[in-house]
């Protein structure tokens, strides 16, 4: 399975970027699909993850901030940003996690989109 992440960039505090991601199998079939990131000096971190039956969740850093939603047609996963802070600022990784054989779940990303949140 391969994930293509695009959408980072350069913006300023107080605005907004649609992250997305194309997946190269059908992401409903998928038992969950989320955006990782990973600023410089720290671990990744899950921002937010959509589970089978349509579950979200976010960290509390983003949440009411963040939008994650997908698009089952396109395989595409997204996550709509807004009021940007510095904080924000890191490499963002998209995820798809999958059941493989025997039930093992087999875990896929994307090669990371850079967000830069500036002062």
Not at 44 to 50: C, D, F, N, P, S
Request: charged share 15%; with cysteine; glycine share 12%.
């Amino acid at each position: 399975v391969q994930l293509q992440a695009s959408g980072g960039g350069l913006v300023q505090t107080g605005g907004s970027l649609r992250l997305s991601c194309v997946a190269s199998r059908s992401i409903f079939s998928a038992n969950a699909v989320a955006w990782y990131r990973q600023a410089p000096g720290k671990e990744r971190e899950l921002v937010a993850t959509i589970r089978t039956g349509g579950i979200t969740n976010y960290a509390d850093s983003v949440r009411g901030r963040f939008t994650i939603a997908r698009d089952y047609p396109a395989n595409t996963l997204y996550l709509q940003m807004n009021s940007l802070v510095p904080e924000d600022t890191a490499v963002y990784y998209c995820n798809a996690q999958y059941s493989g054989p025997g039930g093992i779940p087999d875990d896929y990303w994307g090669q990371g989109t850079q967000v830069t949140v500036s002062s």
